[in-house]
């Protein structure tokens, strides 16, 4: 079966498509946890019928290793991303890094922290989060190899960005705006020694408030709730 035998009639024959039921999925994951992630509830919620959810699912399991799925393409392609991008110095490359944990498009904090306790639940789950980890901290490490850091620096520098952010995430830290950028020429300092110029933080703070622009032009009808903050946050 496939969405083009879909209905567009919604009160009679509307099954929504892959997208809407990963969306309401992930929704429920971070609102209640991975037991909440029900196809009946979700069916429910989105006032479509149960059977719907089977054009684009074959059951519970494959909409579970959905929502992994899109959680690793997301958050952790947004860390892999975020390193290979062109710097010209470490400095600007961890502002690069930081401005991934402050935008929520790219990076859902709130998403990671459903996924780490979903992981205290499954084995199976434990070692993708585990296997994320070592993606995102060999990136970090790469980042900074890559600015001359020896082999034994880069690796510390890196968990030293990594284990503080997840840390944050962890504790489910929330900052203001404010607070949270006035933080990042110190949070800079200390994981690669510098601290960045005027000019990177001016090209930060405009990229920044370009992305929170764009997230506000998304939902002109609902706020966004608050994110667990980040270290740069």
Known sequence: MTEARDDTDKPSGWRGSREVWLDAARAALIASGVDAVKIQPLASRLEIARTSFYWFFKDR????????DDWEAQNTGAFVAAC?????????AILNLIAVFQD?????????????????QSDAVAVRVHRADETRLDAI????LRFGFGFDEADVRARTVYLTQIG???MQVREDQATRTARVPAYVQTF??????????????AG????????????PDRAAPPAPA????
């Not at 399991?61 to 992994?68: E, F, I, M, P, S």
């Not at 929520?104 to 205290?120: I, K, P, T």
């Not at 690669?192 to 703070?205: D, K, L, N, W």
């Open 192 to 205: 690669c020694g510098t601290i960045p110029s005027e000019v990177e933080m001016a090209r930060f703070s």
């Open 168 to 170: 944050y995430i962890a």
């Open 141 to 144: 490490r790469a980042m900074f």
């Open 84 to 92: 290979d991008s062109f710097a010209e110095t470490i400095t600007e």
């Open 230 to 233: 980040s270290p740069s946050r």
């Open 61 to 68: 399991k494959a909409l579970l290793d959905a929502l992994l």
């Open 208 to 219: 920044l408030a370009a992305a929170h622009a764009r997230a506000d032009a998304d939902r």
């Open 104 to 120: 929520e498009a790219r990076f859902s904090a709130q998403l990671d922290f459903a996924v780490r306790g979903w992981a205290h």
